[in-house]
């Protein structure tokens, strides 16, 4: 199977470069092109259009950053006739009913369409541990198996269109708030000059404790949120997304509205680029180490 990945960002980059390696015929795509010209000396094709990436393709695997991206790349009056034919994976993160309309309007240009959003980071993704989690057509997802099997142990069909988009939706509101909440406890424990080992040890031995907080820990303390493996302003963009499906499912967003509101804060203040986890500056300004 030939396939095509449309957005070589951080995660896309090495999505093309795993299937590189497991043998598939890669050809990549970025609508900033050198971002992807890193990948021609692992031997991946770089057309010059998305329109000719789409053209080369069995399989196109989308890891655009939103919907609007997705919609202003594939529906393009050069792009949307090579559709036909070709089998679309949404491999990002965007809310179920932006799924289901994506599947529709592929439909209707002849193609056909899965979704298959991913958790995990860069580590997860060159070893091949991406939790992949699909959406759609049976049938669909077995002819693509052999490709999701290539990025992780343990593929999953969740159900039908959307509903494995709402479910990235909740794994990722965990991640927020998670992220939040601990921040939140991290901030009073120094305020009050509390000693954080002590403060860790007790939250290590007990139910409250997540490994993402022994994960991010050290950038708490440093302040230090380089090398980004999912930016801030990524999760913005997944926490607006939350807040609109929960909103439409009846659910309170009151939470994750306070959560973007931080986030929003922290993008202001210049960390939109730096790993998530300086949401933290955000949620303690004022509050000192």
Not at 31 to 57: F, H, M, N, Q, Y
Not at 141 to 168: D, H, M, N, W
Not at 185 to 211: C, H, I, N, W
Request: a negative charge.
């Amino acid at each position: 199977m030939r396939i095509s990945v449309l957005g070589t960002g951080l995660l896309g980059s090495e999505i093309a470069l795993r299937l590189k390696a497991q043998g598939f015929g890669v050809s990549a795509w970025n609508r900033t092109a050198e971002k992807a010209a890193p990948l021609a000396t692992a031997g991946i094709a770089l057309p010059g259009s998305a329109a000719d990436a789409v053209a080369v393709a069995d399989a196109v695997l989308l890891l655009l950053a939103d919907a609007a991206a997705i919609e202003a790349t594939l529906f393009a009056a050069d792009t949307e006739p090579a559709l036909a034919g070709r089998i679309i994976v949404q491999m990002g993160t965007i809310a179920p009913a932006e799924s289901r309309t994506l599947a529709e309007r592929v439909a209707a240009a002849g193609g056909e369409y899965l979704e298959s959003p991913v958790l995990g980071s860069l580590p997860e993704a060159r070893a091949g541990k991406l939790f992949v989690m699909a959406g759609g057509d049976p049938a669909l997802y077995e002819r693509c198996l052999p490709v999701f099997e290539a990025l992780s142990e343990t593929p999953q069909r969740i159900g039908e269109l959307g509903q494995a988009a709402a479910l990235k939706l909740a794994l990722n509101q965990l991640i927020a708030g998670l992220t939040a909440t601990f921040c939140l406890s991290l901030g009073l424990v120094r305020k009050e000059a509390l000693d954080v080992e002590q403060f860790m040890t007790v939250v290590r031995g007990s139910a409250l404790y997540a490994p993402t907080f022994d994960k991010k820990l050290d950038k708490y303390l440093s302040h230090d949120y380089g090398s980004a493996n999912f930016p801030l302003k990524h999760l913005l963009k997944d926490v607006r997304l939350m807040e609109r499906a929960m909103s439409d499912a009846g659910i309170d967003t009151a939470t994750l509205r306070a959560i973007a509101a931080a986030a929003e804060r922290g993008v202001a203040a210049g960390f939109g680029e730096a790993d998530y986890s300086a949401l933290y500056e955000a949620l303690n300004q004022g509050a000192g180490d």
